[in-house]
């Protein structure tokens, strides 16, 4: 993989990974933290349209963006065209550097409702979202969905096909179908596919997990550009991992000193994106990040048990040093 830039409508980014929209996770201090280790650019938790139209508070928060973020889309969810063109027109007081509409997400609350990937088996309801937002957009607007429902009904290349038709700038695929929400092994050939078959740039999403993954995916799929999920979990280092892997720089692993440094410069990132919150209260956004920052550890189950419970930076810190010491003791 040679270091150089891919094109995304009006941006210009380094062809190496993005941190991909997840629920819950990649909320701003994960964004902040992912940027400063080389992520590519970021997307943010999904918003609902609804919430954005009728004033609710936290929907907003989550398009809050701030530079050190950027570049950073705005992903929406929703299954109406009014709903999704008047929270488009809304958001851009936001300046995100695009909008992403969610057309992947398997979770039953979403689908419920007809949006995420429960709009693969309507495209033309799919279309009709795509140009409210376009419409009402000042940025590029840019679609993220799965194969298709489920194996019987793989229709990620018709869908694909539909989504330029319709005016998205870009697609990302995730190289699953709803039914397999997060389980087996994504498709990276199907990736191939719906990048042959359209004129829009693609970003291939699904079981990257390190540098050779990564390339891989490049060269199997020929997609414009990588986009990270799961494998970022208590892994920022997996950007600069990408990074270095595409200027053909060597690249060393993170120490376990180094791995527990990252993990409380993280909680402390979430305690300061929270200051409405009491830090007892926001402490608790941080123990499935610690979590996984303790995933390879000596006495792992044991730590991730200790993970659970904090309720303090300092109960964050002395679990560092056990963990440390664990690793230095093995």
């Not at 006495?299 to 303090?312: E, G, I, N, P, V």
Request: glycine share 8%; net charge neutral.
């Amino acid at each position: 993989m040679s270091q150089n830039t891919t094109r995304l409508g009006n941006l210009t980014l380094p062809k190496t990974a993005m941190l991909a929209p997840m629920a819950g996770v990649a909320d701003r201090a994960y964004r902040l933290l992912c940027r400063e280790f080389g992520a590519a650019g970021c997307v943010s938790e999904m918003v609902s349209v609804k919430g954005l139209c009728y004033g609710d508070k936290a929907s907003a928060e989550l398009c809050t963006i701030t530079d050190d973020e950027r570049p950073t889309g705005l992903q929406l969810f929703g299954s109406e065209p009014e709903f999704v063109g008047r929270a488009t027109a809304l958001v851009q007081k936001f300046q995100p550097d695009w909008i992403d509409l969610n057309m992947g997400c398997p979770v039953h609350k979403v689908v419920a409702i007809g949006a995420g990937s429960a709009l693969m088996q309507d495209i033309p309801l799919a279309q009709a979202l795509v140009r409210a937002a376009v419409k009402e957009s000042s940025v590029p607007v840019s679609v993220k969905f799965r194969l298709g429902w489920d194996k019987n009904s793989r229709n990620a290349v018709a869908f694909a096909q539909a989504m330029e038709d319709a005016g998205a700038a870009w697609i990302t695929v995730h190289g699953r179908t709803k039914e397999q929400l997060y389980s087996g092994t994504a498709d990276w050939n199907a990736i191939r596919e719906v990048k042959q078959a359209v004129h829009i740039p693609v970003i291939g999403n699904g079981d990257v997990k390190n540098a050779a993954d990564c390339r891989a995916m490049y060269d199997q799929t020929g997609c414009d550009l990588v986009m990270i999920g799961r494998g970022s979990y208590g892994n920022p280092f997996v950007f600069r991992e990408i990074e270095a892997d595409c200027k053909g720089e060597p690249y060393t692993p993170p120490t376990s000193e180094q791995k527990m440094d990252v993990m409380l410069r993280h909680v402390r990132l979430i305690l300061a994106c929270n200051p409405q919150k009491p830090p007892e209260i926001a402490i608790r956004e941080a123990r499935k990040h610690a979590a996984w920052y303790i995933t390879g550890f000596p006495h792992a189950a044991k730590l991730r048990a200790a993970c659970y419970q904090l309720d303090s930076y300092e109960t964050a810190q002395r679990l560092a040093e056990a963990a440390i010491f664990a690793a230095k003791s093995k």
